[in-house]
């Protein structure tokens, strides 16, 4: 089956997943994911691309994102791509590829996913078994949310802000939010929707967006054009 092109908006976050090829490690040491997640903050700042969560994991990374701009993402994955690459194979002697092809990408529903969204992010080394609590995996953008540290490049969203008054109501609530965990429905919609370029919403975000493009946005039977309220 064709791949379907992406689907960018601005002022619209985006989950986005890149892996490596064939599964392999992205990183050998902590020097490399310091440079990739410098890469990152720095092309998003030059782009207009807000990052509100991330997650580097041994053999891929996810973002969660919202681009000022239509073109701000793709510039943004093929600039941080392109660098790390290059800084990855000068750095270890090697050569060719490290990606898995083009990066993964899905709009997300603001007021139904979006949090769920961050929580799933923060949640994929428990899921892996690298760590029993999303606290004490150092590479994801947890930390900031929860109040351990502070992470420059990380821009907070709306949602993130409604969760409390001051910064300790804020960390508390989505802390207690990430401990509840996401359903299992949730993860396969959320993983399912990035991988196949689906929107993730419900039939109303569905429609409202089937309206700006002619690409398919949903899951549907091969060679036809599904409805977006059968989502």
């Known amino acids: 089956m064709a791949r379907l092109p992406r689907l960018t908006l601005p002022g619209q976050p985006h989950h986005v997943i890149q892996r490596g090829n064939n599964r392999q490690d992205i990183f050998v040491d902590r020097q490399d994911r310091e440079m990739l997640l410098s890469l990152i903050g720095e092309h998003a700042a030059r782009l207009q691309v807000a990052l509100h969560a991330y997650v580097l994991m041994d053999n891929h990374f996810h973002l969660l994102a919202t681009p000022a701009t239509e073109t701000g993402l793709p510039q943004w994955m093929q600039a941080v791509g392109r660098?790390?690459?290059?800084?990855?194979?000068?750095?270890?002697?090697?050569?060719?590829?490290?990606?898995?092809?083009?990066?993964?990408?899905?709009?997300?529903?603001?007021?139904?996913?979006?949090?769920?969204?961050?929580?799933?992010?923060?949640?994929?080394?428990?899921?892996?078994?690298?760590?029993?609590?999303?606290r004490d995996f150092p590479w994801s953008s947890h930390g900031h949310y929860a109040g351990l540290r502070s992470d420059k490049v990380i821009t907070p969203h709306a949602m993130y802000w409604s969760l409390g008054n001051t910064p300790f109501a804020r960390e508390a609530a989505y802390s207690e939010l990430v401990h509840a965990g996401v359903s299992q429905a949730d993860v396969q919609l959320l993983t399912e929707s990035t991988l196949r370029g689906w929107a993730a919403g419900d039939a109303g975000f569905v429609q409202g967006l089937q309206a700006t493009t002619d690409r398919r946005l949903v899951k549907g039977r091969p060679g036809r054009r599904p409805r977006a309220e059968n989502t």
């Open 83 to 134: 660098r790390y690459v290059r800084y990855f194979n000068d750095r270890h002697g090697r050569s060719g590829t490290l990606w898995e092809g083009r990066y993964r990408s899905t709009l997300i529903q603001t007021d139904r996913y979006f949090l769920a969204c961050m929580a799933y992010i923060d949640l994929n080394p428990v899921r892996a078994g690298m760590v029993a609590d999303a």
